[in-house]
Structures are given as C-alpha cells and as structure tokens.
C-alpha cells in the first residue's frame, strides 16, 4: 500500500520516532498499528505482481551457485527463486532476500552466476 511505504521510507529517512510519535498522539491502536508497518520483515514486502523468469532463461545451463557452508550447489529451483528476486529488484530498492542469498552463497560463484545471467 502506498501509505505504508511512504511510512517506511520515511521511517529509514530517521523520522521513525516522529511517526511514532504522531500515531501515539492520535490513539493507542494507531501507534500499535504503525509498529507493525514500520517493523514488519522487508521480506514480506512483495510487488503486487511477482514476475516470472522468462522462458528463455536457461537456468539448469547458468553457472552453478555453492552454498557457503557446505559447498553444496543451490538447486535449479532456488535458482529460479533467485532469479525471481532479482527482477523484483529496482534501482536503489534491493528486494530484502537477496541480501539472504548474499550472505548464504560463496561469492566467486554467486558473481559467476550473475556475469551468466547477463550474458
């Protein structure tokens, strides 16, 4: 919804307390309801459309992802999750779990992936 993200962008601006502040002001009920908004996981913030990876996407022929721990390969499936995360991606608006894939899979690889992809 557009007045929750103008909350959060707005709340990430450092006017976070301010909001607070208003909404205590007008009701309890409100200040516990933009809690939630202001809190809520950035993973659960999802386009109202979720794209799809597109027909031509080879994604069993792209360079395999390791895992950090492990070194297992992420499978075709994740793959596809992942590739969906990064369309949902806008400049200087990351989709939250990309950062997860990130921090889960070895970076030589992960960057191999993405050269990939592109190419």
Same mark, same amino acid.
């Given at each position: #919804?557009?007045?929750? *993200?103008?909350?959060?962008?707005?709340? &990430? &601006? !450092?006017? !976070?307390?301010?909001?607070?502040? &208003? =909404?205590?002001?007008?009701?309890?009920? @409100?200040? $516990?309801?933009?809690?939630?908004?202001?809190?809520?996981?950035?993973?659960?913030?999802?386009?109202? *459309?979720?794209?799809?990876? *597109?027909?031509?996407? =080879?994604?069993?022929?792209?360079?395999?992802?390791?895992? *950090?721990? +492990?070194? &297992? /390969?992420?499978?075709?499936?994740?793959?596809?999750?992942?590739? $969906? #995360?990064?369309? #949902?991606?806008?400049? !200087?608006?990351?989709?939250? +779990?990309?950062?997860? /894939?990130?921090? @889960?899979?070895?970076? $030589? $690889?992960?960057? +191999?992936?993405?050269? +990939?992809?592109?190419?």
């Amino acid at each position: #919804m557009p007045a929750e *993200r103008a909350l959060r962008i707005l709340a &990430a &601006a !450092g006017h !976070g307390d301010r909001i607070q502040a &208003a =909404a205590s002001a007008y009701h309890p009920r @409100a200040s $516990t309801a933009v809690n939630a908004i202001l809190h809520v996981d950035p993973r659960l913030l999802l386009p109202g *459309r979720i794209p799809r990876p *597109r027909q031509w996407i =080879a994604l069993d022929r792209l360079p395999k992802i390791l895992l *950090r721990r +492990g070194h &297992a /390969v992420l499978p075709v499936a994740a793959v596809a999750d992942l590739v $969906t #995360m990064l369309m #949902m991606c806008r400049p !200087g608006n990351d989709y939250a +779990g990309v950062r997860d /894939v990130i921090d @889960a899979t070895e970076p $030589t $690889t992960l960057a +191999g992936f993405a050269l +990939g992809l592109l190419e």
